[in-house]
């Protein structure tokens, strides 16, 4: 798997930079309309879990959502492998993480990203079956993230039709959505998720069910869709959990 540190963002990049982010936020399928659309987020514990990861500050341009995940060492993020690295781009520099953040305000304060562990076939093809990250970070303030807002548990092998919601951060907005539904088979791989509103922004956000475990993340076929209808997420199975071990090892 690959882990490498984060270099510092070089001037250089921004024009790189730039067409990644607009790539990285896309999150959403075809269809119909839906049923159904999120709205905003109600402010909770559970839900400072998920934060926007920013370039530099948390106000900073946005690359995508992500959210804190149980580890050994209290540090890790779960997220779609196209918000931080891509074949033509390589590894996003200068990430932070802000958890909760909220109308222009950071009540835990910013974590830096330290390391991201993608799987090979994510970073030598963009393999969309592999459109998973795992993020660790740099302790902020003498904390380490999850000691300020816990972990959700990783769940794999959980299969289909799981009733969940999903939090995320659009670049449009400066408070979260949430929207809750029940997932369904795209593939045998792939799930999907259908509610509306999902946009730019919003790849990275966690699937979560009743119990506060990560089935998935928007990303994966489409890079996780073409419209804010219809989200996908790469099943979480037995190559997400090497992946957590890898990053965790």
């Not at 790849?203 to 989200?231: H, K, L, N, R």
Request: aromatic share 6%.
């Amino acid at each position: 798997m690959a882990s490498r540190p984060v270099r510092p963002m070089r001037a250089g990049q921004a024009v790189a930079l730039a067409a990644l982010l607009l790539a990285a936020g896309i999150a959403c399928g075809g269809g119909a309309e839906p049923a159904v659309t999120a709205g905003v987020a109600a402010q909770s514990p559970s839900g400072d879990r998920v934060g926007t990861l920013s370039i530099r500050t948390a106000q900073g341009p946005r690359a995508c959502t992500a959210s804190v995940v149980h580890s050994p060492r209290r540090n890790l993020l779960v997220t779609a492998a196209h918000c931080v690295q891509s074949r033509r781009i390589g590894l996003l520099d200068g990430l932070v993480f802000t958890p909760g953040y909220r109308n222009g305000y950071s009540p835990y304060g910013s974590w830096p990203v330290q390391s991201i562990t993608v799987d090979p076939r994510w970073a030598e093809d963009d393999d969309p079956e592999y459109d998973v990250a795992f993020v660790t970070l740099r302790p902020a303030g003498g904390r380490e993230v999850e000691d300020a807002v816990g972990g959700n548990t990783l769940g794999t092998g959980e299969g289909f039709g799981l009733a969940v919601s999903v939090t995320g951060y659009p670049n449009e907005r400066d408070e979260p959505i949430t929207c809750a539904a029940r997932t369904s088979s795209q593939s045998p791989t792939q799930e999907r998720f259908d509610c509306g509103g999902y946009t730019d922004g919003t790849s990275g956000s966690p699937w979560i069910t009743q119990g506060g475990t990560v089935v998935g993340v928007i990303g994966g076929y489409q890079e996780g869709g073409e419209t804010p209808d219809t989200s996908y997420s790469v099943a979480f199975d037995d190559k997400v959990a090497e992946l957590y071990r890898r990053a965790t090892a």
